[in-house]
């Protein structure tokens, strides 16, 4: 399984970036998946997952309202839309295999993205 993210930048606080993730190697439209991010000196942080359709979406709190994630299963990508930027956001984004409870067992995440947030 290969998981590629790009478009990590620095932004401004409030302001927004775009993030995707180009899986291969798996069924992608069967797959759940996840954002989980790393600040530096702290442990991996779940963000968002959503399901191999979409239907189900779950944020954490410290997201809720300001991230969106989604997924195009024709292009095998998964995105996750960020607004109204916080300096707290700051950290190495991943896109993982799995849901909001297993990507911890799946252990299969990409090289990740770095987001700057900062005036």
């Known amino acids: 399984v290969q998981l590629v993210e790009s478009g990590g930048d620095w932004a401004e606080p409030g302001g927004s970036l775009t993030l995707d993730c180009v899986v291969s190697g798996l069924t992608f439209g069967a797959a759940f998946m996840t954002w989980v991010r790393q600040a530096p000196g702290k442990d991996l942080e779940w963000v968002s997952s959503?399901?191999?359709?979409?239907?189900?979406?779950n944020y954490a709190d410290s997201v809720k309202g300001r991230f969106t994630i989604s997924r195009d299963n024709a292009k095998s990508t998964v995105y996750l839309q960020m607004n109204s930027l916080r300096p707290e956001d700051t950290a190495v984004y991943y896109c993982?295999?799995?849901?909001?409870?297993?990507?911890?067992?799946?252990?299969?995440w990409g090289q990740g993205t770095q987001v700057t947030v900062s005036s």
């Open positions: 993982a295999r799995g849901g909001k409870i297993t990507w911890k067992d799946f252990r299969s």
């Open positions: 959503i399901s191999n359709a979409g239907t189900i979406i």
